[in-house]
C-alpha cells in the first residue's frame, strides 16, 4: 500500500500489522481499525490527524491494537475513540481527547496498560466512557495511568454493569471515577491527587448501584468519596494516605507514609508529565524521558500493593 492509512483501510479481521516508529498523519475524520495493529517492537508510532489534532478511531469488533500512541491538540467532540465488542487496546497512549476511548453498549473489552493525558474537557467529558450494557458486559480496565485533563477519569453511566477497574494511577484530573449500575468492582487503584475543577466535587462518586470497593489507595491531597442513599457498596481495606476516610466504608486504613513511595516524586513526575504531553506530537514521539516519568506513577500502585 502506498500509505499507512491505505493498509489501515484494506485491513481484513484476521490480518495483521506491524508499524515501524514515527508520527504518522491521519487524513480520514475517523479511521477503522480491524485486525491486529501494533507497533514495532521498541518503536513509538504516533497517530495525529492531519491538522495536527487527537485522530477519531473506531475499533472493531474483536481488534487488538497494541503499543499506538493516539493524540494531538484537543480536538472537536465528535472525534472519539469508539470501541466495539471484543476489543483489546493494550500498551497505548491517547492524549488530547475530549472524550477518549468510549464503549457504548459494547461488551467483553478489555483496556490494558494505558496511558490517558490531558483527556477529557468540561464536566461532563472523560478519558473512558462506558455505558448500556448486558449482563455479559465484563469490561476490564485495568494497568492504566489517567493524568490530568477535565470532567471524568473513567464515567459508567446509563447502566453498564460488570466493568472491573484494577491497579490504575489516577493523578492531577477532575473527577476520577464516576459510576452506576451493579457488579463494578474497584480494587487496588490509586487515586493520588486531584487539582478540583468547576464542578468543586472531587474524587469518586459511586451513584445508584452495587459495587465491591477493596484495597485502594487514596493519596495525597484532600479526596473525597461520595455515595448515595441507593449505592450498595462493600468497601474494605482501603487506604487513606495523610487523609481523613470520613463514611467511606469500615475496616480502612489511615497512614502517614508507605514504603516505596516518595509523594514529591510522584509529584514531579506528573508535573513533568503534564508538560511533556502539551507539546506537539512530533516532540511527544521524541522525548526520550516519558516512558521513566511513567514508570515512577505506575510504582506507586506497586508500592501500595507490597509488590
Not at 16 to 28: C, Q, R
Request: net charge negative; aromatic share 10%; proline share 4%.
Amino acid at each position: 500500500m502506498s500509505t499507512l492509512e491505505a493498509a489501515l483501510t484494506a485491513m481484513q479481521s484476521t490480518d495483521t500489522i506491524e508499524i515501524p516508529g514515527g508520527v504518522y498523519p491521519l487524513l480520514s475524520p475517523q479511521i477503522r481499525l480491524r485486525g491486529t495493529v501494533r507497533a514495532a517492537p521498541g518503536a513509538r508510532v504516533v497517530f495525529v490527524a492531519a491538522d495536527g489534532t487527537a485522530p477519531g478511531v473506531e475499533v472493531q469488533n474483536g481488534a487488538i491494537v497494541d503499543g499506538i500512541w493516539f493524540g494531538g491538540t484537543k480536538q472537536p467532540a465528535d472525534r472519539p475513540f469508539i470501541i466495539k465488542n471484543d476489543v483489546t487496546v493494550r500498551n497505548c497512549t491517547l492524549f488530547g481527547y475530549y472524550g477518549g476511548i468510549v464503549e457504548g453498549g459494547g461488551a467483553r473489552n478489555t483496556i490494558q496498560g494505558c496511558r490517558f493525558v490531558h483527556c477529557g474537557t468540561d464536566a461532563l467529558w472523560h478519558a473512558i466512557y462506558i455505558s448500556n450494557g448486558a449482563a455479559d458486559h465484563w469490561t476490564l480496565i485495568e494497568d492504566c495511568v489517567f493524568l490530568g485533563g477535565s470532567g471524568y477519569g473513567t464515567q459508567l453511566w446509563h447502566g453498564p454493569s460488570n466493568v472491573t477497574i484494577r491497579r490504575n494511577v489516577y493523578a492531577a484530573g477532575e473527577w476520577m471515577l464516576v459510576a452506576q449500575g451493579n457488579g463494578h468492582c474497584v480494587e487496588s487503584n490509586v487515586f493520588w491527587s486531584n487539582r478540583g475543577g468547576a464542578t468543586g466535587m472531587l474524587g469518586v462518586f459511586l451513584a445508584a448501584g452495587t459495587y465491591n470497593v477493596r484495597n485502594n489507595l487514596f493519596g495525597s491531597s484532600a479526596l473525597r468519596a461520595y455515595t448515595t442513599e441507593t449505592t450498595e457498596a462493600t468497601m474494605d481495606g482501603n487506604v487513606f494516605y495523610a487523609d481523613a476516610p470520613g463514611r467511606f466504608g469500615t475496616n480502612q486504613r489511615i497512614v502517614t507514609g508507605l514504603p516505596g513511595i516518595a509523594p514529591s516524586a510522584v509529584d514531579q513526575a506528573i508535573t513533568d508529565l503534564l508538560a511533556a504531553f502539551a507539546q506537539p506530537a512530533t516532540h511527544i514521539q521524541a522525548d526520550p524521558t516519558i516512558d521513566a516519568l511513567f514508570a515512577v506513577c505506575t510504582r506507586t500502585v506497586d508500592a501500595a500493593l507490597g509488590r
